[in-house]
């Protein structure tokens, strides 16, 4: 990305096209945009709008798209065909006729006259005739592929996995914003404190019904508040804190995160310890150990070991039976979180899911000896595939008679989503918009 002055299109269509070019994922490339351009106040707002917007309507714009496109595009110019659509059909505020004059000016600034006739006609046409109705798509599943811009693949696995009706809710609930919701870091202050101090600073705030110690917030952005950078909370989703829940944090616990960064769940289970025991959190990066680091300073937690480990090797580090608890929240194909990173659900495959299934079981495998006898380990992803998550737990409880499944502790709210005679737990995102997530357990006899 060039240096010059960026509108908050330009800036759009230089972040879809690196998503494009998978060169990381939206959320990363966004924030970094945002800071390189200083993008500021409602402009970020708009940017992320038009960003995750266009990705997330992809194929819907794609096949609206179509019937005007008569040869093949350069790709830059087929992404700025689709953002200046998306502000067309679902931004409300801003005319026409102002999207098609700043498409037409980005195409003069990157692209020969031929490109920005066509840029115009394209987007004159569209504004013209209307869009083609999805109607005319007459198979359900594939309807619903395009009509909330799911691959074909991923719709019909949904749909293997848990029916037509469940699928369709998932797919629909992935095109809405989620909302943000904050972990009250009760080592330092209370949910009270917090939500008169966020109100005080003009945002809207409500008390999560699912977490005791989280606020949803309703308008603003906590990331922004001082109190973020003073550790009275973190950002984490409601789905995400359950997890450690599962875990019965006692004092004194030795805890082992075996997949850790960025440290959101170390940071909770190092608060449930209340300045005792001990979280060793690994991950596989230097950089990554950093961000848990970091997190911890932030939140004034003491009781925090961050190391570089590829968790696979952890039997050679540790000493058998050493820790009390261990959570696995393994790296996973992340279908559970599509409203945050949408682009994944363009990217990944099946081929992706196995190779991961076969990760998840290795890391399982590789620290169920560092568990204490009567000890637990908790299994955990943020994604909503069933092979990943039963097949996975039910996988390692075959390969260790040593351990049995054991019943989840969850906050009440949860408990008529836990799964009956499982003990494990697959949270969709439209249950209660929060992330889709699994938890399962494991007690080590
Ligand atoms: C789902 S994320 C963990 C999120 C984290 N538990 C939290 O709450 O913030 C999975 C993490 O596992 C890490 N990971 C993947 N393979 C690993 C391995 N073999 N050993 C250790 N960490 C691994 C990834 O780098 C990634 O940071």
Redesign the pocket.
């Given at each position: 990305m060039n240096k010059q002055k960026k509108t908050v299109r330009e800036a759009a269509l230089d972040v879809l096209i690196a998503i494009d070019q998978h060169q990381s994922y939206s959320n990363l490339l966004l924030n970094q945009v945002i800071k390189k351009y200083q993008i500021t106040g409602p402009d970020t707002g708009l940017l992320t709008e038009i960003v995750y917007g266009t990705i997330q309507r992809k194929m819907t714009l794609d096949y609206y798209l179509q019937p005007f496109i008569k040869k093949k595009l350069e790709q830059w110019v087929h992404i700025l065909l689709r953002l200046s659509l998306y502000q067309m059909i679902y931004l409300d505020k801003v005319p026409d006729r102002a999207i098609i004059f700043e498409a037409v000016e980005i195409a003069k600034k990157r692209g020969h006259r031929g490109i920005v006739g066509l840029v115009n006609g394209i987007l004159r046409s569209v504004q013209r005739e209307g869009l083609r109705s999805l109607d005319a798509i007459t198979d359900p599943v594939e309807k619903l592929s395009i009509e909330t811009s799911h691959p074909l693949w991923l719709v019909r696995r949904w749909i293997d996995q848990y029916g037509f009706e469940k699928a369709k809710a998932m797919c629909e609930e992935n095109l809405l914003a989620p909302v943000q919701t904050v972990r009250i870091n009760e080592t330092k202050t209370n949910r009270e404190e917090v939500c008169s101090m966020l109100e005080v600073e003009g945002f809207s705030v409500e008390v999560s019904p699912i977490i005791s110690e989280s606020i949803r917030i309703l308008k603003g952005n906590a990331a922004n508040s001082d109190l973020y950078k003073k550790g009275y909370y973190s950002i984490q989703d409601e789905s995400?804190m359950a997890v450690a829940y599962a875990l019965e944090i006692a004092p004194n616990m030795a805890v082992l995160?075996?997949?850790?960064?960025?440290?959101?769940?170390?940071g909770h289970i190092a608060e449930l310890l209340k300045g005792t025991g001990k979280v060793t959190s690994?991950?596989?990066?230097p950089h990554?150990i950093k961000l848990i680091k970091e997190n911890a300073s932030r939140l004034g937690l003491n009781n925090i070991d961050a190391l570089v480990?590829?968790?696979?090797h952890s039997g050679d580090s540790f000493q058998s039976e050493s820790f009390d608890r261990i959570l696995v929240?393994?790296?996973?194909s992340g279908l559970g979180v599509l409203r945050r990173k949408p682009d994944i659900k363009y990217s990944k495959t099946d081929e992706d899911i196995q190779s991961l299934r076969e990760?998840q079981l290795r890391?399982l495998d590789a620290t169920a000896s560092l568990l204490k006898k009567g000890g637990l380990l908790v299994y955990s992803?943020?994604t909503v595939d069933l092979e990943e998550n039963f097949g996975t737990a039910a996988a390692f409880l075959e390969l260790h008679e040593d351990f049995e499944s054991h019943a989840l502790t969850l906050p009440t709210a949860l408990s008529h989503f836990i799964k009956e005679g499982s003990n494990t737990i697959q949270i969709f995102p439209q249950d209660f918009g929060g992330d889709g997530f699994f938890i399962s357990c494991f007690r080590k006899k």
């Open positions: 995400s995160d075996a997949c850790a960064a960025p440290g959101g769940k170390t690994l991950d596989l990066h990554k480990m590829d968790s696979r929240d393994a790296p996973c990760v890391i992803t943020c």
